[in-house]
């Protein structure tokens, strides 16, 4: 079966065919009544007040999207008040209900049961509830309106295997309902149809709460597997399947999903498959032409539904915080062209496909009618798809038509299902909603049929972000949905795998020196497998290096800021151009799983880019007051000699990030990787070198701390050290600058961050959702070897239980493996001492407290240092697991009767490092800006993973000394203010 080759249509005679299919559509819909007479009285009001009012809107949206988590009547009392404030217009029933409710005049309980009465009736327009009378009355009431549905179940996102054997069982269930219903109807009563009458849509990432483009193969086998039952049973009821289309990123993986299910013998079990083309997305046409070649190539149908696209602000912010192009079109005429263009091209490959319309715009609806009779299709060749509870009177007029009809039916509990309403209210109440421009914009036909060439391009793009501190922008990320991106990964790996076990000397001016020490460095999945060999520098080394260094500093701070910023842009550049191998040396030395590892790499090119713009910035020094008679200026000079000393969690960004804040400041630097990760540290110094650093001023000595990291910290020629690490090493620092060597004038500046003991506060209206994918994240990314990573839950005792039962199942589905393998979300710890140590730590967790979750072992990999997620309960407030740094992926968890006793038990750390609050109440988010003591607080998402230049990042009390990496006033650090004024008068000279 060939892919047919889209016909060549005469577009004026389509155009003036689409224009008289449209008016008369328009004439349609008016004589089957307003769209608005579909609606509830309720309903209308809502829509009416949130289009006068967008605080009003912005409110009421945010107040419906919490109402399913708030349990008592005082909270959805004290929720209206903070979401609905004093200064926004309340519509009057709720303003008056709120204003008695805190005057005493009605009960909490009453203002609450009216409030949820009215949302439920707002609800009902837009969800069929799920008992199994109201599937059949859907049926029903769809079918004597001439219609047939696709019905998608509505709950919580699955992150955890049982949830996705539940939403499957659920599924199960509402088609066999759904399959009775339609068993029941008489003969006389049935729809048209163009595809089978019974249709359940299915979300892919519903199937598996693993289901990542970055390992797609295991993604779509595990999603095939969940679904097969399903099939089969679609299959005997003659049913079809529809997988609908979510976020950009999973786009390619659920068409693999439908190829998969398609080409595997026993897969498909002969039932009627569908995906959904999204118009908005720039490559959609692409991505078509792909599908129809493969579907022609292993002679496959298809049924295809074409909609424009639900989730534009998202995907554009998704986009812009990695610093991608957005993947949808930045205007709304783009987006109905690409619809158009579409609706031709996959009409035109009919049988390869079944197109489905799914629109509620009238020319989207009339040109498709006319591309369909210009190709000679039956009526019943092509199907029309509308939103439950929307654009009945335009339902009605396409029944008329003589066309199928199939309305997407949201089935769930009411209040459950307020995620799906919030969505469907904006697309109400939006400005570029064909049913504002309709029914409350008071339009005429002439001008919404005008087609999308001839509109005003009407922008749905925001304004673009400007750019942060001296022009600095940030770095894209590796986008792992992309197959090229997955393949150059690879290469990588095998090509570092490849140089393993090579020697690594020291670079001491222009010397490569050998030590009769050596650090041996394994990697920490493979204890086996070396890594490399690098030297290990001792006293005498570092006294040589740091004479070399002060020599060739003076000559690199008279160097010109613009030649030392060039040098960190073209290091920039040639670790850009050699990304996936540094990474993947991230990989084999650290332990680091594939996005771990990109991120490493991105944050080491965005320090030097960062920090060169703000050396450039600075050189001509700050503003002062100038009076007659004096000239005053401000500039700086860099503090001479630092040493930096870098953690193995982050062996690649904060070493270059320390590295380039001082080189950017003038000052030479002596670089000191960790001894377990001392090859990233050889490289990068070699790149910094390349890039035109002088010999004497990067200078790369790896040992251990106690040799060349003591003897750097005592060194009476070091002006500057800068540490990341552990507290104890932190603190032995401060003792040491404190001290003067003999000759020392001058007092030794010290920048520290020492670690953490991080909370993250889940309070009682949280998102659940977003809770536990976020304590995942922060919890046991990179094995929780990071310094941000949290290690105490403090959960608000009306959710204790339940957060716990689904962090439990969540961690349960994560995969602890060989980072090398993208599949892995959990890599080992960094040596066996590390592996001892959480080990130790979990033992003691099951004699002090109640082990919530503990990874199997069974599960764990037989060679390398590695130990799973644990979950400790009931931990005493005192016990080391509660205070001390574990640096592991071991998580307490803590119960609060409220969100005041949440935060102050937050607060009860020695440290001050991250700290993060789920919760959906203004006022508590305010609180905690307010009150809760950290470096970086981070509210309703992961407490890891500070960006430059967005999330400067760093801590005080034990966590460090208040110095913020990655943000505007680190260089200071490493430099010296120096004030000059000048005496500008003489006699008889006149002023300058």
């Known amino acids: 079966m060939a892919a047919p080759c889209p016909d060549r249509f005469d577009l004026d005679a389509l155009e003036a065919r689409t224009q008289a299919l449209g008016r008369e559509l328009f004439d349609a819909a008016r004589r089957h009544s307003a769209h608005l007479s579909a609606l509830n009285r309720w309903t209308a009001q809502v829509l009416a007040w949130c289009l006068s009012d967008a605080a009003l809107k912005a409110g009421l949206l945010r107040f419906i999207d919490v109402l399913p988590s708030l349990r008592t009547p005082r909270e959805i009392a004290r929720h209206l008040r903070e979401t609905l404030p004093a200064d926004v217009r309340l519509p009057a029933v709720l303003r008056l209900g709120s204003e008695m409710a805190r005057r005493g005049l009605v009960t909490q309980g009453a203002l609450a049961a009216v409030v949820r009465q009215l949302v439920e009736r707002l609800a009902r327009q837009f969800i069929a509830e799920h008992e199994p009378e109201a599937v059949a009355r859907v049926v029903q009431d769809l079918a004597a309106r001439g219609a047939t549905c696709s019905l998608d179940i509505l709950g919580e996102q699955v992150l955890t295997e049982p949830e996705a054997d539940r939403y499957v069982e659920r599924c199960g269930r509402l088609l066999r309902r759904c399959a009775e219903a339609v068993a029941e109807l008489p003969d006389s009563a049935r729809p048209k149809l163009c595809t089978p009458p019974v249709n359940l849509s299915v979300k892919p990432s519903a199937l598996t709460p693993r289901f990542d483009p970055i390992s797609p193969s295991d993604s779509v086998e595990r999603a095939a597997r969940r679904l097969s039952p399903l099939l089969r049973e679609a299959a005997e009821r003659s049913a079809a399947v529809n997988l609908d289309m979510e976020r950009y990123e999973l786009r390619d993986l659920t068409v693999a999903l ?104 009238v020319r989207s609806i009339a040109h498709a009618m006319a591309v369909a009779e210009s190709l000679g299709l039956a009526k019943h060749q092509l199907e029309f798809q509308f939103l439950y509870g929307m654009g009945d009177a335009l339902q009605d007029a396409v029944v008329s038509q003589g066309y199928p009809v199939r309305v997407y039916t949201p089935v769930g509990a009411l209040i459950p299902g307020m995620a799906y309403l919030v969505r469907r209210v904006l697309e109400n109440t939006a400005n570029e909603s064909f049913l504002r421009q309709d029914f409350f914009g008071g339009r005429r036909p002439d001008e919404l049929l005008v087609p999308p060439e001839e509109a005003a391009v009407s922008s749905l793009a925001p304004e673009p972000a400007p750019p942060g501190l001296a022009g600095f922008r940030g770095e894209p990320l590796r986008d792992f949905a992309r197959v090229e991106v997955r393949g150059r990964m690879s290469a990588a790996l095998a090509s570092v795998r490849a140089a393993l076990g090579r020697e690594y000397p020291l670079l001491i001016g222009a010397t490569a020196a050998r030590t009769p020490a050596v650090l041996t460095v394994r990697n920490p999945a493979d204890p086996e497998q070396v890594v490399g060999r690098a030297a290990a520098a001792g006293p005498e080394e ?433 430099l010296i203010p120096k004030t000059v004024c000048a005496d500008t008068t003489r006699h008889g000279i006149p002023l300058d």
């Open 542 to 974: 570092v006294d040589q290096a740091v004479r070399l260094a002060a020599e060739a500093q003076p000559r690199w701070a008279a160097t010109p800021v613009r030649e030392r910023v060039e040098c960190l842009e073209r290091a920039a550049q040639l670790i850009r151009e050699r990304r996936h191998e540094l990474a993947a040396w991230t990989v084999f030395e650290a332990g680091k799983t594939w996005r771990e590892a990109d991120v490493e790499i991105v944050e080491a090119i965005e320090y030097l880019d960062y920090y060169g713009r703000l050396m450039r910035d600075l050189d001509g020094g700050r503003p002062l007051l100038q009076l007659p008679g004096e000239r005053n200026s401000y500039r700086y000079a860099p503090r001479g000699v630092a040493a930096v000393i870098a953690p193995w969690n982050f062996p690649a960004a904060l070493l270059t990030g320390m590295a380039s804040a001082a080189l950017a400041g003038g000052n030479a630097v002596l670089l000191k990787p960790a001894e377990q990760t001392p090859v990233i540290a050889a490289l990068l110094a070699a790149i910094l070198r390349e890039a035109g650093v002088p010999p004497g001023i990067a200078q790369y000595l790896p040992g251990t701390g106690d040799e060349a990291g003591a003897a750097l910290a005592r060194h009476p020629g070091v002006q500057a050290l800068l540490f990341t690490g552990s507290k104890a090493v932190g603190l032995s620092l401060v003792r040491t600058c404190a001290e003067l060597a003999p000759g020392q004038r001058f007092v030794k500046h010290l920048v520290a961050e020492m670690g953490g003991k991080n909370a993250i506060i889940v309070d009682a209206d949280a998102d659940l959702d977003a809770a536990v994918a976020g304590i995942l994240r922060s919890a046991f990314s990179h094995a929780g070897q990071k310094c941000s990573a949290a290690s105490r839950l403090i959960v608000h005792a009306a959710v204790h239980d339940r957060l716990v039962e689904r962090l439990a199942e969540a961690a349960d589905r994560l995969v602890v493996g060989d980072p090398a393998d993208p599949a892995v979300d959990v890599g080992p710890l960094i040596e066996d001492a590390a592996r001892r140590r959480l080990e130790e730590a979990a033992a003691r967790a099951g004699r002090v407290a109640s082990v919530a979750y503990r990874y199997p072992e069974a599960r764990l990999p037989r060679s390398g240092w590695f130990v799973g997620p644990t979950i400790v309960a009931n931990v005493p407030l005192d016990d080391p697991l509660a205070t001390e740094e574990l640096f592991g992926p071991l998580v307490c968890v803590f119960r609060a009767e409220s969100f005041e006793l949440a935060l102050e038990l937050a607060n009860d750390s020695d440290y001050a490092l991250t700290g993060g609050v789920y919760s959906r109440s203004p006022s508590h988010l305010e609180q905690a800006v307010r009150a809760f003591d950290v470096g970086n607080l981070y509210l309703n998402r992961p407490i890891t993973g500070a960006m430059v230049g967005r999330q400067p990042f760093g801590g005080h009390r034990l966590s460090g000394l208040g110095t913020k990496a990655g943000g505007p006033d680190y260089l200071l650090q490493l």
């Open 258 to 361: 439908a190829q998969r299910l398609l080409a595997h013998p026993d897969a498909a079990h002969a039932v009627s498959l569908g995906v959904v083309v999204q118009a908005y997305l720039r490559d959609a046409e692409e991505s078509v032409e792909a599908l129809l070649a493969w579907l022609a190539a292993h002679q496959q149908t298809l049924i295809v539904r074409l909609v424009k696209g639900a989730y534009w602000d998202s995907e554009v912010a998704w986009a812009a915080q990695r610093h991608w192009p957005a993947p949808v079109h930045q205007h709304k005429a783009q987006t109905d062209r690409a619809f158009e263009r579409l609706t031709r091209r996959l009409l035109g490959a009919h049988p390869l496909v079944t197109t489905a319309v799914a629109s509620h715009n």
